[in-house]
């Protein structure tokens, strides 16, 4: 019998060496992504003015299992991984539950959460190629300030551009990352020309990441030696994201544990796509069948709610088009929503692998959301992320159906990141100005009026 | 050869199970504590209106040398303990410098700081007594956000008493706090005679942290089955904090290393008392003579400027008068200095180990404290509080004393918390607008007026 303890820390050396891809092994690929300017299927070539070569490389192969994780990266990794597997014994016993609940815990950096798992791939590999600088888009600010760090670490200069409510209301995520050097912009602004064109239809327009996006990819192509950085969505950042994954199967392996279900919150679906790696894996390849729950918010419900159809990444139109889960590119969700989780499509990976079945989703609104922040930080003592949060609703509510059930499930949850710089959501939930808002049919047929027409 | 990892966290069952208790060691103890009213010696029941039996007990004896720890404690410890022992290999590498240097990291929890080390044991012993709730104070926040999590795990009510200029300066701490259920008050207030009292006096006053000490306490012995607890200075908290220096030397003997120097940064003491204790236990029983540091900032130096005497723990002059380095009750620093270490004293034992001339003291001026903060961060990627930054700024001068002399010391550091909360002062930072200050001595002079006439 294993003696489990509160936390678990892998040593360095059990740390991962290589990261996993999952559509090694998955039966069915997901849908290529599409030139808009040709209609046809992307290159990787078509992918080197905007990404750096081994991520374009790394977004388009779908064959190689395992990557390798340069020494430089494993190097930075070891600064904040691996990081630990928590059973949540407080949680149970405050919901007295049958069911075991764990959850990685990925807040435990300066970034506070898991973002700078791929901020650091993204930079290293910018530097080798002798890259001049990086620009990127950052809405709540937890992927900012990761790349900013990283850039930092590796000594390359990055602009970034913020969604303007954030960086109104988050002027201290601003203050993080100008401590490790980053120039950060307001998006809209008027230094690029989608932000010029955006701001001239509706000068009081508070952004969106679809926005920023258009313009940090703008910005990106016309600097010499730029490239352009994004933290989720992408397959290569499903691919370092994996890390989050593959530790956790590994500390449950030595606990002799194994989970019945795994919940990640979904915005883009970083997260997510690193948590389940490996567990998916176990399901593609008919080794496990554990279940597999993407948790949205009721106001951005791209799974529950969205299309699986081509759309582009962002505001301006100007990326590649990826098949995807989507509530169209000009969906903005409603100011009233906290945090991230805001990002108008999903994964195609993940979106994919919900397609077939492989994964369900639910969506929760931010009044329960809350309600299990707090519960969650008594018990635990940590002070989750708005994000994260969703998916410890979830976990609750499952732990909470073991309770009625009786079943005494193993439950893995990925807890991402930490609350500090969300502390005016939490005020408002506090003094109960927190409403919750679901957006109607005809309000999402807004946003799938703007799916592109595809031949 | 031991193989030195980034980050050594020792297991649950390597945790110490027993508090430290440096008074059972030293060849002469501090000066007992004085009964105002009496002007004698308080004896351990004199302290039962004010703390709680078990802590009165931990205050007074200065023979256990070793204290167990309760259970209870332990099992809400092992929810954030051990916390990581960390090698600086890039903050080395910066430096250029032979030195090794090592910071134990007790930030990784909601508190952000060490001070949850004896908030749980404090909340712990006041429910096993059967108290209806507890009253404290905070400055920066650190501590009254570590008392309302340890409060609400052990299910007490708990009211704090924030000084004013740092609840409106950091209305997020007083956020989280109340994510705690805990009650937050500016200090001063109009809930309490000395408050009254002092705003009639001063109604623009921003208050203090001997103020808020004042009010907190009154409250304490004016409400039914409540008492008031503090999160430094006292002896009982520096037995609390000896889990840090008892786990740093676990974790260091496990990498063969022993410090040459050990530097903590010192406000009240907390910190810096549990950090040393063991290594002074080794100095103090003549087994090794490791360099002790504290380091203070220069705009509130009680170590460096202050006086060995009897003072009042408090500005409103109603706790008992302890002896120790000491500005008097009556000095308040100045509003440009940033964070905590603001209080006027300084624990009675470490001032009886200073005075012996067991261990040394600097003064660091804050610039030269947040240029030690931002290379730290952009180097170990984590973000320092302020006060953190000042161990961080002594030993990065010390590691470059031994590039310039060759020396290959260890060097152990404590890394009191992180800096989330402290953006205001980064930010000040950042654009050039912090400033230095040092009290003149006819400043310290207005404070030494206010110490009392001891017969």
Redesign the interface.
């Known amino acids: 019998m294993v003696k489990i303890?509160?936390?678990l820390?892998l040593?360095?050396d059990e740390m991962p060496k290589q990261w996993y891809n999952m559509r090694a092994d998955m039966k069915e690929l997901p849908d290529p992504m599409i030139n808009p300017a040709t209609m046809k299927p992307a290159a990787e070539e078509d992918l080197y003015p905007v990404f750096c070569k081994k991520l374009a490389h790394q977004e388009m192969d779908n064959e190689t299992r395992y990557v390798d994780i340069p020494d430089e990266i494993l190097e930075?990794y070891?600064?904040?991984r691996p990081s630990p597997l928590i059973r949540a014994f407080?949680l149970e016993k405050a919901l007295d539950t049958p069911a075991k609940i764990y959850y990685k815990f990925e807040g435990?950096?300066?970034?506070?959460s898991h973002k700078?798992n791929s901020a650091i791939a993204q930079a290293y590999y910018a530097k080798d190629q002798g890259l001049k600088g990086l620009t990127t888009e950052t809405g709540a600010g937890q992927w900012g300030t990761a790349l900013a760090?990283a850039c930092?670490?590796f000594g390359l200069p990055l602009t970034v551009f913020m969604v303007k409510v954030s960086y109104q209301q988050k002027?201290?995520r601003k203050?993080?990352m100008?401590?490790?050097?980053a120039e950060v912009i307001a998006s809209p602004s008027d230094t690029t020309q989608i932000g010029r064109k955006i701001l001239a239809e509706d000068p009081n327009t508070t952004g969106s990441l679809g926005c920023a996006i258009s313009e940090a990819v703008e910005k990106a192509v016309s600097s010499e030696g730029y490239r352009y950085v994004l933290g989720s969505v992408l397959n290569q950042v499903l691919l370092h994201q994996s890390i989050i994954g593959l530790e956790s199967k590994i500390a449950m392996e030595k606990l002799d544990e194994y989970p019945d279900v795994v919940i990640g919150c979904a915005g883009g679906g970083s997260n997510l796509g690193g948590l389940i790696a490996p567990f998916m894996q176990d399901k593609l390849t008919g080794k496990a069948d554990p279940r597999i729950v993407a948790v949205e918010p009721a106001s951005c419900p791209s799974f529950t709610r969205g299309k699986y159809a081509y759309d582009f990444c962002d505001t301006g139109k100007i990326t590649p088009m990826a098949k995807m889960y989507t509530l169209g590119s000009g969906f903005i969700p409603s100011a009233n929503h906290a945090g991230g989780l805001r990002y108008h499509g999903m994964s195609p990976i993940l979106s994919k692998l919900y397609h077939d079945k492989y994964m369900e989703a639910v969506a929760v609104e931010q009044s329960k959301v809350f309600e299990a922040a707090?519960l969650f930080?008594?018990?635990?003592?940590?002070?989750p992320a708005p994000e994260s949060a969703h998916a410890i609703r979830a976990a609750i509510d499952e732990a909470l159906r073991c309770k009625e059930s009786g079943e005494k499930k193993t439950i893995l949850f990925g807890l991402t990141g930490?609350g500090?710089?969300d502390?005016?959501a939490?005020?408002a939930y506090?003094e109960g100005r927190m409403s919750d808002y679901i957006p109607t049919d005809e309000e999402l047929q807004k946003g799938f009026d703007s799916l592109p027409q595809i031949p």
Chains 1, 2 share one sequence.
């Not at 435990?108 to 506070?112: A, L, R, V």
């Not at 930080?377 to 002070?383: D, G, Q």
Request: aromatic share 18%; net charge negative.
């Open positions: 303890p509160h936390r820390y040593t360095e930075m070891k600064i904040y407080n435990n950096n300066t970034s506070g700078l760090e930092s670490y002027p201290f203050a993080v100008q401590t490790f050097d707090v930080a008594k018990k635990e003592t940590i002070l930490t500090y710089f502390m005016t939490y005020e506090h």
